[in-house]
């Protein structure tokens, strides 16, 4: 199992450092103020076992790339907040379920929201009515969208004052280069990071900060295999 990670340090003001950690595939960890959130932990991207305990795990959907239970189980403890999707939160005790109505978390650190997440060309992958989620986190006044599985959908569209972006380029079954692309450019955060990139070629990937060029926007391309 693979340990190593990429870390990205933001933020070095009054509200304190946000650390990313891309552990791989669609893992990530998000580190504020001693508090550690991990989205979507799978023991093939990392050994938990060695990593801080979670303050927050967070779960989109209930495929096996993405929903880990042993993970969960090493990484959790008595506070933990587990937030999930309705499908993944009746199987994981203690789970908050975010979805339809219920969309929005919010304890003393962190605010989360629920964002649908879903195809609209190749419904066959992540169909709408399963009530798949992506992530709106809000931590220190910074937002943070994770997506999810998903293409570009008009609940993406509105999403509004962004700075960190997270969105799968992910052939055929999430975005194409184009269209993460034209999601950048909507929602216009300040850095924007493609991740969950198996199935897209390298190449392609590269793309993406030259088509950028000239929107104002960092684009962060990160090893996550």
């Known amino acids: 199992m693979k340990t190593d990670f990429v870390q990205d340090r933001r933020d070095g003001d009054s509200r304190g450092d946000i650390i990313f950690a891309l552990f791989g595939h669609a893992t990530i ?7 550690h959130i991990y989205l979507d932990p799978c023991l093939s991207e ?4 060695l990593l801080p305990k979670a303050d927050a795990i967070l779960i989109t ?23 999930a999707n309705e499908v993944v939160g009746h199987q994981v005790e203690g789970a ?23 195809n609209i060309e190749r419904t066959q992958f992540h169909p709408k009515e399963r009530g ?5 986190v809000e931590v220190a006044g910074r937002r943070i969208y994770i997506g999810g599985d998903t293409e570009l959908t008009p609940e993406m569209r509105a999403a509004e004052d962004i700075d960190y972006l ?31 990139t198996v199935g897209t070629a390298p190449e392609d990937i590269a793309r993406i900060p030259e088509l950028l060029e000239g929107d104002n926007i960092e684009v962060v391309i990160a090893p996550m295999e």
């Open 29 to 35: 960890g998000i580190e504020w103020d001693g508090k």
């Open 46 to 49: 990392a050994d938990y076992s």
């Open 61 to 83: 959907h209930h495929h096996d790339d993405h929903f880990d239970p042993k993970a969960i189980e090493l990484l959790r403890q008595s506070d933990t907040v587990i937030i």
């Open 96 to 118: 908050e379920i975010l979805g339809g109505s219920n969309r929005t978390f919010v304890n003393s650190w962190m605010t989360v929201e629920a964002v649908p997440a879903y």
């Open 132 to 136: 798949d989620n992506g992530y709106i």
């Open 166 to 196: 997270f969105l799968p380029v992910n052939l055929p079954y999430t975005m194409t280069v184009e269209m993460a692309v034209e999601a950048a450019r909507t929602i216009r955060p300040s850095v924007f990071y493609p991740f969950h």
